[in-house]
């Protein structure tokens, strides 16, 4: 059985950090992708970035700069840094993953975490 779970979320005051992870079992994605999503209070769940098995990275253009993807493939772990955090980055945080990359749609991935909330404090 595949699970994805994350943690590190919290809270943190505007401009701090914070690095959440995702934990894979019972399948490896080192020659899959692996995504961060997030939905806040009354929005849609929106793409935050993703990895990909040769460890190059895309993201949303909304937290180019400031939150940066990584991978432990041997671990089987993802990263997502998140740097000078903002109130508009409150969400739960979601991670996703699936064996091939096919674009950026929430229906391409095929696994799902249950998600991790972090809270900005303005």
């Known amino acids: 059985q595949v699970q994805l779970v994350e943690s590190g979320g919290g809270l943190v005051q505007a401009g701090g950090s914070l690095r959440l992870s995702c934990t894979a079992s019972?399948?490896?994605?080192?020659?899959?992708?692996m995504a961060w999503f997030r939905q806040a209070p009354g929005k849609e769940r929106e793409f935050v970035g993703l990895?990909?098995?040769?460890?190059?990275?895309y993201y949303a253009d909304f937290v180019k700069g400031r939150f940066t993807i990584s991978r432990d493939n041997d671990k089987n772990i993802m990263y997502l840094q998140m740097n000078t955090l903002k109130a508009e980055d409150t969400a739960v945080y979601y991670c996703?993953?699936?064996?091939?990359?096919?674009?950026?749609?929430?229906?391409?991935?095929?696994?799902w975490g249950q998600g991790t909330q972090v809270t900005v404090s303005s």
């Open positions: 996703a993953a699936s064996d091939v990359s096919r674009g950026i749609r929430e229906s391409r991935f095929d696994y």
């Open positions: 019972g399948r490896t994605f080192s020659n899959g992708v």
């Open positions: 990895i990909k098995g040769t460890g190059s990275t």
